[in-house]
């Protein structure tokens, strides 16, 4: 199946504009997740699932059917995700979603570079918006009644200053946290306005301190209750900054951490690559695995990883483990290896304790 992807349907796809196809996928799957009998056909027959040929994974309090997950950026607006397990993957990450709708920034804004196996998008969190999100994640399957866990992943909205952005951050997960199994507060993307600065130690001890705050009180609601909460960081931190956010994530007990987003590097074959925006994709897989070692033996193994960046076949996910990683999440590797990638990456890591 992936050569056919290879051979036949990446050059067709390749010929068109990167976010085109990326809508294409988008709604080829949203068609496919309506139609259940079908995806559950595909599951059995891809073996990615536990039971048959994977090995279920426990993590965050949760029951993984595998280790490979979608990282968010794929699935914005909550439309495809319903078919992901039958696509191979054991989990899947929606959004981002920021608590108002908004365009992104101006198109082209999605490249792809091939002979490197690289993307570089600057979308600037287009998105739908949280209530939109809300809604429709409302007419679908619920957390409890999912095949695979699913994770939302909250920015900040473009036009809320950084003053603002804990309460918008807060709208979000007010909106969203009912129908998420984790939620994920991301401050790394390089794509929208100031967003990095989250990572400052005061702006991140004020962010995660209001949304821990905000997810302990779901206990005092009857029927509701609190939700894994993780934060994604970005690669291009020092490791003197991962430090401080490693004390800040242990201070407000957040339950796991998603290492990386995409670079802003370019240093090795794209350094003359005149796009702005995050790179992601096969230039980033080390630098982002020497991240997860690093958190890793900084937290002694207690924390929770999961690993992105660079993953385009068995050998870079099992190096993402082995560095320790509990799950690991692709995105660009599905762009260059096909629909049908995650799946078989799921049974290369079957065997894996």
Request: with cysteine; proline share 5%; hydrophobic share 40%.
């Amino acid at each position: 199946m992936g050569h056919f992807y290879e051979r036949l349907v990446r050059p067709f796809l390749f010929r068109l504009d990167a976010e085109h196809a990326h809508e294409i996928a988008v709604d080829s799957l949203a068609m496919l997740g309506r139609i259940s009998p079908l995806c559950r056909l595909l599951e059995k027959v891809n073996g990615a699932s536990s039971g048959m040929g994977a090995r279920p994974v426990e993590c965050l309090g949760l029951k993984f059917p595998n280790r490979v997950g979608l990282a968010a950026g794929f699935d914005k607006n909550a439309r495809a995700w319903p078919a992901a397990a039958a696509m191979g993957f054991g989990h899947v990450e929606i959004g981002t979603a920021t608590m108002l709708r908004q365009p992104g920034n101006d198109r082209p804004r999605a490249f792809r570079f091939p002979k490197q196996e690289a993307v570089i998008n600057r979308m600037g969190f287009n998105n739908d918006g949280a209530d939109a999100i809300a809604a429709r994640l409302a007419s679908q399957a619920k957390p409890g009644e999912r095949r695979i866990p699913l994770g939302i992943n909250l920015g900040k909205s473009k036009v809320a200053t950084l003053d603002q952005a804990v309460n918008d951050y807060l709208g979000s997960f007010a909106r969203l946290a009912d129908h998420a199994d984790y939620l994920v507060l991301n401050v790394s993307s390089p794509n929208t306005p100031d967003l990095r600065k989250l990572q400052d130690e005061g702006r991140l001890r004020e962010l995660l301190g209001a949304v821990s705050k905000a997810n302990r009180a779901r206990h005092e609601v009857p029927g509701k209750s609190r939700k894994p909460l993780l934060l994604k960081i970005a690669p291009d931190l020092t490791y003197a900054q991962i430090d401080m956010v490693l004390e800040v994530i242990a201070e407000f007990g957040l339950d796991g951490i998603i290492a990386t987003n995409t670079t802003l590097d370019r240093s090795g074959p794209l350094e003359n690559i005149g796009q702005a925006g995050g790179l992601s994709g096969a230039p980033l897989r080390d630098h982002s695995t020497q991240i997860i070692n690093y958190i890793s033996r900084a937290t002694h193994g207690r924390l929770p990883i999961i690993g992105v960046g660079g993953i385009t076949d068995s050998a870079s996910a099992s190096e993402k483990l082995d560095a320790g990683a509990t799950l690991i999440q692709l995105y660009t590797g599905l762009i260059y290896r096909g629909p049908f990638f995650a799946a078989q990456l799921a049974r290369a890591l079957a065997d894996r304790r």
